[in-house]
């Protein structure tokens, strides 16, 4: 049983909602009272989109590869800071957008942009309730914090040009500011009695130490060493600089990263130091005085999901009652499982993470649209030959030693929208996946998971001129949950493929994915208890080992997880069974016209979004909604009735 995938990079890079600027608003409401409605927010939405990249170069450098063909000829490399002032004008000119937006006649838009339109209220709207509660967040969380996330990106980061070299340069010079924000952010936090649990600071610092190995930077031998002179080679190889240009690159690099990243992530760790002790609470968010409320808004804005938390809790009971009787009667059906030998269990028809990618490929023919059929004429879109086992729309790469024990199992990192031909699956080698393990890890990361779903969406999305605003919408559930569905369904496939070689396969397979859909349901009814209805780690203890998972170690590990990133789980377990659910009414509304095939369609073309639109547009596939449909939409039938 693999522990549980958490590829944080995978997900598309949420909107800034800070960045939007006033001006956006003035122009648009010039245009509203003149009776343009479509052009203000599509001004609006071009707006929206470039500030948002321009605030943040990191992000930018992940959405598009080539910041000229979207009017940003001329920028200024920045990190994001964290600050008072840059929050209150934030708050200001997110209530000036949701005025622009509440202004508008939906009814005067394009079909294309009335859509963007009831994707973008609700998710700003959701977002100005998280702006409230600011000092909630934990920017160094031990799971997805700053201090891990930032060395893989950079690690990652593209040098298509000279110019993304100087960009990078300058990124890394920025790092002390960047953490410096952090600090004060931090201190801020802990006068509010705020801050993180003191068992949440140890592991923070020792990440700190670790990821910023001092000796391997003095050596040049860091991977931020290594993997910066390998992105170098390529522009070297084609003349887009020189030999004496590469080498100046190489030492300004290695200055940066012992003069100025190196001391930031030794001054970060004091900073915790000093401040560790200044917790209040080390159990979920219920003990915060706002704590439920925001746990409220992290499972709408994580998931997508807006129903109520007594609905959300059924599905999982439900579930989870389901799948552990399904579980129990096969047991005793196939008392001998438990006597299966281990070789035999590890049995699989592949080794290579290449060609598992190369046979999901092929076994998700069919049953998911074909990438091709998403193209727009003339173009092309390189794919694997039949027989050669290559997979060059796909790298796998292995994580940094020094990151191993702070990433997940594996990870995707999303590409731009513009240059979606290379991507990246990340493989952490110290939870050593193999087999049907490392399989379906590769069928949620790759295809029919996240790769080809972030790939279709952005080929649609070129090939009917959508919105550009809705590729910077993060929906988890949406992504998550897609990668979810497809992971257990490629437990079918594993059924199927070994089938001959192992005829144990359906039985034990199915045990398998039973048993990862009861944890998994588990963990998110766990996430609930702790941050909905306050349950401490002895109550968790007692729900754990109701189901054998009864090691102090282990039990305790997992409630600091849960603690440390609440509705993390939810994310992606609600956001699968927000998916079933969609399916169901699929059903019933199409009848006989159902396929799976035609569900997968609709899905992957009418996202990202959240669950509400999805089943609206399930509902009413027409270019704009009845005044009732609409309604649907608004803040309290979202269920944000705190």
Not at 426 to 443: C, F, K, S, V, W
Not at 587 to 601: E, L, V
């Amino acid at each position: 049983m693999k522990k549980f995938n958490f590829p944080t990079l995978s997900t598309k890079r949420k909107a800034v909602l800070c960045s939007a600027l006033c001006f956006i608003l003035l122009s648009g409401t010039v245009l509203f009272f003149a009776g343009r409605d479509a052009r203000a927010f599509q001004d609006f939405c071009d707006e929206f989109f470039l500030s948002e990249l321009t605030g943040n170069t990191l992000n930018m450098h992940y959405t598009v590869a080539f910041p000229a063909n979207y009017g940003l000829d001329t920028y200024t490399p920045v990190l994001p800071s964290y600050s008072k002032e840059r929050t209150e004008n934030a708050k200001e000119e997110l209530n000036a957008s949701l005025d622009f937006l509440h202004g508008l006649n939906e009814k005067k838009l394009k079909d294309g942009d009335a859509y963007t339109y009831r994707l973008l209220l609700p998710y700003l709207e959701c977002e100005k309730e998280g702006m409230e509660m600011y000092y909630y967040s934990n920017p160094l969380s031990p799971s997805s914090g700053a201090q891990s996330q930032l060395p893989i990106l950079l690690a990652e980061y593209t040098f298509r040009t000279k110019q993304d070299v100087e960009d990078y340069l300058s990124l890394l010079e920025q790092t002390d500011t960047y953490f410096e924000g952090i600090a004060d952010y931090l201190k801020d936090q802990s006068a509010l009695g705020l801050f993180m649990p003191d068992y949440s600071v140890d592991k923070v610092i020792r990440q700190c130490d670790t990821i910023m190995d001092s000796s391997l930077l003095e050596s040049e031998k860091h991977f931020l060493n290594t993997t910066f002179e390998e992105r170098l080679e390529p522009l070297l190889r084609d003349g887009l600089i020189t030999e004496e240009e590469k080498t100046g690159y190489l030492s300004e690099n290695s200055r940066l990263l012992t003069t100025v990243m190196l001391p930031a992530y030794r001054k970060i760790g004091d900073e915790l130091l000093l401040l560790k002790g200044s917790g209040t609470n080390e159990n979920g968010l219920f003990h915060y005085p706002e704590g439920r409320k925001y746990y409220l808004y992290l499972i709408h804005s994580n998931t997508g999901s807006y129903r109520d938390i007594d609905d959300i809790k059924m599905m999982l009971f439900r579930d989870f009652n389901d799948n552990l009787e399904s579980l129990t009667a096969l047991l005793r059906k196939n008392p001998g499982l438990a006597s299966l030998p281990g070789s035999s269990a590890d049995a699989f028809a592949y080794t290579k993470p290449s060609d598992m990618l190369q046979n999901l490929q092929q076994v998700m023919s069919g049953q998911f649209p074909d990438l091709k059929e998403v193209l727009q004429a003339g173009e092309t879109f390189s794919e694997p030959e039949a027989d050669s086992g290559e997979m060059p729309v796909c790298t796998i790469k292995y994580i940094s030693e020094n990151l191993e024990e702070y990433c997940s199992p594996a990870f995707y990192l999303t590409p731009p929208m513009d240059d979606i031909h290379e991507n990246v699956i990340y493989i952490n080698r110290q939870n050593n996946p193999h087999g049907i393990e490392l399989y379906t890890t590769l069928a949620h990361e790759g295809y029919p998971g996240h790769l080809y779903q972030t790939v279709y969406s952005q080929l649609y999305f070129r090939k009917t001129g959508a919105n550009l605003l809705r590729s910077l919408l993060n929906y988890g559930g949406y992504v998550e949950g897609w990668a979810m569905y497809v992971e257990l369904e490629s437990y079918d496939y594993a059924k199927s493929l070994m089938k001959e070689d192992l005829p144990e396969a359906e039985i034990l397979y199915e045990v398998y994915k039973l048993d990862r859909q009861i944890q998994l349901c588990l963990y998110s009814l766990i996430d609930i208890a702790v941050h909905y209805e306050g349950a401490g780690y002895s109550e968790v203890h007692k729900m754990l080992s109701s189901v054998g998972i009864s090691m102090p170690a282990t039990t305790r590990s997992i409630y600091e997880y849960i603690v440390e990133e609440p509705a993390t789980y939810l994310k992606y377990y609600l956001g699968y069974l927000e998916i079933l659910a969609l399916k169901q009414e699929a059903m019933k509304i199409w009848g006989d016209a159902y396929s799976d095939y035609r569900f997968h369609q609709f899905y992957l073309e009418n996202g990202p979004a959240d669950f509400t639109n999805l089943k609206l547009q399930l509902e009413m596939p027409v270019s704009h909604l009845t005044q009732a449909q609409s309604e649907k939409l608004s803040p309290a039938l979202y269920g944000r009735g705190y």
